[in-house]
């Protein structure tokens, strides 16, 4: 009997790191291995990169499977501004994707070159969320902290690093920083900034290998390692998704995206133009309140998270956490449209239309953006951690008119850097060993008519308040 060959992939995400230890040759996961994350919660969002290097050493031992994978890659939560020193050890907790304190740095930065000619250079228009204008905060409130500053990495950057000693990214994650285009580096952006282009990794091309896993860790010695990428790289790999195929993803964020043959290039910033982990685009919109938000007001109203109930006019924006889409970093939840007959199910369902509106919004620009036809039937993809709520998934049919696909995989992130770790190996391209593994199959649930009274509602609601939210923002 042949000998069963494996590969791990990691998943580093905001609240834990997940890892698979996956057949190659069938796509069975035969082990799995998590462990959490702390992020702070007093004005900004933070977390200790030592805890995610932690979390992957723990995570990786629990798939059993440590010693005698073949191959290992790791996806990563995308923006985190992680700074080292001259020793590769963090100068401060790093900055994550919906720390909202560098909104101001964002704006400056789309005044002084243009939305229009950022989108061209990038592909994207910066918000709070990007690391340019994470590490242009860091310039002008921590100003000893940067000069201190040896290497710039993105959380998966780092962990390769770590694994590796190589200081290498791949042009997925390297796209979401608002520093990198197609010819690479952005030297003129990065002046404006004060970053100094010799503290970032190398970027990888696409199927390469970083390095071998060095001695001192949980993995075997000398194990491939594969480049990595972001976490929306890694899910869409994780799908084997071809162009034009939907992707809406339900977890702390919300993302819509799909992978588009055209480079993006939105100046109105609300499609971000991130390249995807192999040689094509990926086109996204994310909004920062998403499961949590709404789980958040399902507490408040002392219900559990299906407890929903049909009808009513109230609207509620679960902006807990400011918001990107629509770009609005200085707003709060609002609820709008109360009657003395509104009941708490009612509330709860309108928590989760506001969370699913500008996602759903969005999506017929995340379509065009990549060259593909927003009219297209294709069924939308639901993946994350709310995909197989029954409430979400009623949402989201209600809001986009669209059957919607729910894969039976799980851990598509993880999956993704696990056909990555794969590659390696067979020298296929990931997409193509995920398609092979049959990770998108599921049920499809079918389309039913498009509730435009809720999402005109939600628009006025959005239109009208503007200026109460922290405006200006273009509503949708």
């Keep these: 009997m042949a000998e069963q060959r494996v590969v791990i992939g990691v998943d580093s995400s905001t609240q834990s790191t997940k890892a698979v230890a996956v057949d190659i040759d069938t796509g069975a996961v035969v082990g799995r291995g998590r462990a959490a ?13 030592e805890q995610w290097w932690e979390a992957l050493e723990e995570a990786v031992v629990r798939t059993g499977c440590a010693e005698r994978a073949g191959a290992v890659s790791i996806a990563g939560q995308q923006h985190g501004l992680v700074t080292l020193d001259a ?16 909104a101001p740095q964002a704006a400056e930065l789309r005044d002084a070159v243009g939305a229009a000619e950022l989108a061209r250079r990038t592909g994207s228009v910066p918000t709070a969320a990007f690391t340019a204008a ?32 190589e200081a290498v990214t791949d042009r997925g994650d390297a796209s979401g920083t608002g520093w990198w285009g197609p010819d690479g580096y952005d030297r003129d952006l990065l002046d404006r900034i004060g970053l100094d282009p010799g503290l970032l990794p190398q970027v990888l091309p696409a199927g390469a290998r970083a390095g071998i896993v060095r001695p001192g860790t949980p993995l075997r010695r000398g194990m491939l390692v594969a480049t990595g990428t972001g976490d929306n790289m890694a899910a869409a790999l994780g799908l084997g998704l071809l162009p034009g195929q939907p992707v809406l993803s339900l977890g702390t964020s919300g993302t819509v ?43 408040l109203l002392g219900r559990g998270r299906e407890e929903v109930e049909d009808g009513g006019t109230a609207v509620v924006l679960p902006y807990l956490d400011g918001e990107r889409t629509p770009n609005l970093p200085a ?4 609820v709008h449209g109360l009657r003395h007959d509104t009941t ?27 060259g ?25 049919l209600r809001l986009s008119g669209r059957a919607v696909q729910v894969p039976a995989a799980q851990e598509l992130v993880a999956l993704g850097a696990a ?28 389309a039913v008519d498009k509730d435009d009274d809720a999402l005109e509602r939600i628009g006025d609601t959005l239109r009208r308040a503007g200026a109460l939210q922290g405006a200006p923002a273009t509503a949708r």
């Design 87 to 102: 020793a590769g050890a963090p100068i401060r907790p790093a900055l994550l994707w919906n720390d909202v304190r560098s």
């Design 372 to 396: 593909e036809d927003p009219a297209d039937d294709e069924p939308l993809l639901l993946i994350g951690g709310g995909a197989r709520g029954r409430a979400w998934q009623r949402t989201v």
């Design 344 to 370: 708490p199910g009612q509330l709860l369902q309108a928590a989760y239309d506001g969370a699913a509106h500008a996602l759903l919004a969005a999506l017929d620009g995340v379509l065009r953006a990549g």
């Design 37 to 49: 994350h702390t992020v702070s919660e007093d004005g900004g969002r933070e977390s200790d990169p």
């Design 331 to 334: 707003a709060s939840g609002l």
């Design 257 to 299: 995206y799909a992978v588009g043959r055209t480079r993006p290039a939105d100046p109105s910033g609300t499609v971000a133009g991130f390249a995807d982990a192999l040689g094509d685009w990926l086109p996204l919109a994310c909004t920062l309140n998403c499961t949590l938000a709404v789980d958040h007001f399902a507490a």
């Design 419 to 446: 056909a990555q770790a794969a590659a390696l190996l067979t020298g296929e391209r990931a997409d193509a060993a995920a398609r092979r593994w049959r990770t998108a199959e599921g049920p499809v649930l079918e």
């Design 134 to 165: 994470k590490w242009a905060w860091l310039r002008a409130h921590e100003p000893a902290a940067a000069d201190r500053v040896a290497a710039v990495r993105l959380p998966h950057d780092f962990l390769t690093e770590r694994l590796t000693g």
